[in-house]
């Protein structure tokens, strides 16, 4: 079994990482954390995807069960999960695969691209947040698929019990931008690198 990660990661946080290394350890698994260098449903990144990727790799380097994927910034075009998704059932042919992803995303599952084909190729695991329940569709569809993801390559749906930790990455860059204090929200080396680069600046999201 092997776990999927995806996001814009702009920047990469604490959060991240604390409901990626949880969901390694509910699953038993590596979680691959996939960069979505060019992402279909939300306005640009404010940093590059050449940016957000050395970020990722700082991030990731001093947790071994994660692992940073780079298969969307190679890849041309939209980053969509279904894409993602294909190419790593073809390389990995039976083998169970979970996509990690937010119930706030999941209720929206009907408009993603190929709803029905993402879950043909993986298993869904459902990360809470505070203030949001499965509901409307997701509800209905949850209901029909439960657990036994180990037995099964695609299909199932899992709910974590950890709640994702109540910061985002738009919190970040806004702190950044005010100049506050946000070193408690990132590693270590993901802080040094943006104030090294001056990433998120007030002066540089004007410009």
């Known amino acids: 079994m092997i776990g999927f990660f995806g996001g ?7 959060g991240h990482l604390c409901v990626a290394r949880a969901a390694a350890a509910a699953l ?21 995807a050449s940016q957000r990727w050395a970020l990722l790799r700082l991030a990731c380097a001093a947790h071994p069960e994660l692992v940073p994927d780079a298969s969307e910034l190679r890849r041309k ?16 042919g039976a083998e169970p695969l979970c996509w990690i992803v937010g119930v706030d995303a999941f209720n929206d599952i009907h ?31 949850r209901r029909r698929r439960r657990g036994g993801l180990s037995k099964t390559a695609a299909g199932g749906i899992l709910l974590l019990e950890r709640e994702t930790p109540p910061v985002s ?11 506050a204090e946000i070193g408690h929200l990132l590693p270590n080396s993901v802080h040094a690198y943006i ?13």
Request: aromatic fraction near 6%; charge should be positive; include cysteine.
């Open 169 to 179: 990455a738009s919190a970040v860059r806004r702190g950044i931008a005010a100049g």
């Open 28 to 48: 038993g698994c590596k979680v691959r954390m996939v960069l979505s260098a060019r992402p279909p449903h939300r306005r640009p990144p404010c940093a590059t």
């Open 111 to 141: 408009s993603w691209r190929r709803w029905r084909a993402v879950l043909s190729l993986a298993h869904l695991v459902l990360l809470p947040r505070v203030g949001t329940e499965i509901r409307g569709p997701g509800l209905r569809l």
């Open 77 to 92: 075009g939209p980053s969509y999960t279904v894409d993602t998704l294909k190419a790593a059932r073809s390389r990995r």
């Open 195 to 207: 104030r090294r680069h001056g990433l998120y600046s007030r002066r540089l999201q004007e410009a």
């Open 8 to 14: 814009t990661f702009d920047p990469i946080h604490n």
